[in-house]
């Protein structure tokens, strides 16, 4: 049994992951290529305490993703980390649209040394995130709904209880 709820869970997984890739790649909003590289399902079983398996559904993707989905309000408290090794740093550094940023900022401010421009431009977007706040994606949202879980259930049902039935008809004795 416990199989077969992995099984539905990692397809059910899959398809979520798929589906929330996809409309995230409709929105035009800053870090979706690294969010999206980051979600991924996964599924485990381990024992518990009463000797019986359990199964968990985690879906990870990158901590920012919060702030895609429902945005920032301008001046909410501090700006966002900016400095080297945050991941508004390393998207200016490794993504195609803020590397244009990158090196269109040091054109224009006539800069030589890409970590020290890559710091200041990282400070500038932090800065303006705090002071004008980013638009509401709504990608997860709009996704992983009501119906979707609905989805799983049925799913789930339909599984579940064709293996009961199976093994109740395999277990009967008759005479």
Not at 35 to 43: A, C, E, F, G, R
Not at 99 to 124: C, D, P, R, V, W
Request: no cysteine.
């Amino acid at each position: 049994m416990v199989e077969i709820v992995s099984d539905v869970l990692e397809q059910w997984g899959q398809e979520l992951t798929d589906d929330l890739k996809a409309n995230l790649a409709n929105h035009d909003a800053y870090g979706r290529g690294e969010l999206s590289k980051s979600i991924y399902p996964q599924v485990t079983t381990e024992a518990n305490t009463e000797g019986t398996m359990d199964v968990r559904f985690i879906l990870t993707m990158n901590d920012y993703w919060l702030y895609v989905n429902e945005g920032r309000r301008p001046n909410r408290g501090r700006m966002p980390p900016w400095g080297r090794g945050s991941k508004l740093w390393d998207w200016i550094k490794s993504s195609h649209k803020g590397a244009g940023m990158l090196a269109s900022f040091m054109s224009e401010n006539k800069l030589k040394n890409s970590i020290k421009a890559t710091t200041s431009l990282s400070f500038l977007k932090s800065r303006a995130i705090q002071a004008k706040g980013t638009r509401a994606t709504h990608f997860f949202d709009e996704v992983y709904t009501e119906g979707r879980l609905l989805q799983l259930q049925m799913m789930l049902t339909e599984k579940v209880g064709e293996s009961l039935a199976q093994d109740i008809i395999n277990n009967m004795e008759i005479g």
